[in-house]
């Protein structure tokens, strides 16, 4: 097979997620053909995805070296240094890039979120709009528009740039979650309050475990300490990707199945199943029109210490999520009364509570319960500064495709 073959062969598995077989594919290219800058550049962002930054630059110097205009070499340069914490270096990348193929949607979406990160959220704006000029559907312009016009508490035009979304994607995750904040900013608390359904969107329900388990206590003790000796437990997070600020997770807790594991899995699925048959049947909602015939479940612990905390944040990448707890301590002397409770409404990312404290709602966790929300619903706990662990299990229910 020839090296043009060799590199449409490996691009299709690329696309496909098929991530090995592309890889060797275009590692057998730059064996052939070291300085081959396009099977250097994929297979520099195959080395981004995974983590491995030494890589990723390595083969983007080599694209570079053989193709000083490559493009999208110049794109993998902007991505790298932004996982590199190289903004500047970022921005010179992607700018290079636009200067070498005008008028790309990516790269000005890119360079509008590097001014976020540097608080010029009307810089950023500006180069979103430029990107919807050129792509009027990228829904990534359109929400990261509405991100920052939030930032500048401008809810109406944010309204409008969450529309662009939804008109294209109406289950839109983050799309929604701006829209609560827009809605509420613009007094209309009844349209962000449908979205949210606090008490028939968001629920707490109790998990029914097994009968041959004396009581939920020794269940939950059980469960603790599986958590604490599963093999995947870490302390080595990204807080850019996590949000969760101190303490240690769990990541993928169904994988290594131990008895206690297993029946919180299938308690789990049951009270899920139980909340999904009850919700009412509606095309025009955002959350119930997407209901699931089939789900996946992704699952993690989190274990937190004195004034460990979980940051204001969404799941972008579900449809419903919950959180189980397992463990709550118990309050100190002039603590917080509300020290450990689950928060919801109030924004993240640093969107600025545009209606203060209007619609920030909180429930008090305990040992055994479980609530399942939206995944769009803004949702946050409030610091502890006593003594204890608070422990509790997270879960994302994503839609199966059937």
């Not at 062969?9 to 590692?27: D, P, Q, T, W």
């Not at 319960?369 to 608070?390: D, N, Q």
Request: some cysteine; glycine content about 8%.
């Amino acid at each position: 097979m020839n090296p043009q073959d060799t590199l449409r062969l490996a691009i299709s598995h690329h696309n496909a997620g098929r991530i090995a077989e592309a890889e060797r594919l275009y590692r057998d290219i730059l064996g052939a053909l070291p300085g081959h800058p396009v099977a250097a550049t994929l297979l520099a962002r195959l080395a981004l995805r995974t983590g491995h930054l030494g890589e990723a630059r390595g083969l983007i110097a080599t694209a570079l070296a053989s193709a000083p205009d490559y493009m999208q070499a110049h794109n993998a340069l902007g991505d790298w240094a932004e996982q590199s914490s190289e903004p500047a270096i970022a921005h010179r990348a992607y700018l290079r890039a636009l200067a070498l193929v005008p008028g790309q949607a990516d790269s000005l979406v890119k360079l509008g979120n590097l001014a976020q990160q540097a608080d010029d959220n009307a810089g950023a704006s500006i180069v979103y709009r430029r990107a919807l000029v050129v792509h009027p559907e990228s829904l990534s312009a359109a929400n990261n528009l509405a991100a920052a016009l939030l930032k500048q508490a401008d809810p109406a035009a944010a309204l409008e740039a969450t529309d662009r979304v939804l008109g294209r994607e109406p289950s839109h995750v983050r799309a929604t979650a701006y829209r609560t904040i827009a809605l509420r900013a613009l007094g209309r608390d009844g349209e962000a309050d449908a979205l949210i359904g606090l008490g028939s969107l968001v629920r707490s329900v109790r998990l029914e475990v097994s009968a041959g388990l004396a009581n939920a206590a020794t269940f939950n003790a059980d469960l603790a300490a599986a958590l604490k000796t599963h093999p995947n437990l870490s302390k080595d997070w990204d807080p850019a990707q996590r949000a969760i600020r101190g303490g240690a997770i769990v990541h993928r807790l169904f994988e290594h199945q131990v008895p206690v594991i297993s029946t919180f899995e299938k308690s789990l699925r049951a009270a899920i199943d139980a909340v999904i048959a009850d919700l009412p049947d509606d095309p025009h909602h955002p959350y119930l029109a997407a209901k699931p015939s089939a789900y996946d479940l992704d699952t993690w612990g989190n274990l937190l210490g004195a004034s460990d905390h979980q940051s204001a944040h969404i799941h972008n990448l579900g449809w419903m999520s919950g959180v189980y707890y397992v463990t709550v301590p118990e309050p100190e002397p002039g603590d917080d009364p509300h020290a450990g409770w689950i928060e919801f409404n109030r924004p993240g990312y640093g969107i600025p509570p545009l209606s203060g404290a209007a619609g920030i709602e909180t429930i008090c966790p305990e040992p055994g319960m479980a609530i399942l929300f939206p995944s769009y619903v803004w949702h946050g706990t409030i610091p502890f500064s006593g003594g204890g662990e608070r422990i509790s299990i997270a879960f994302d229910l994503h839609p199966r495709v059937v």
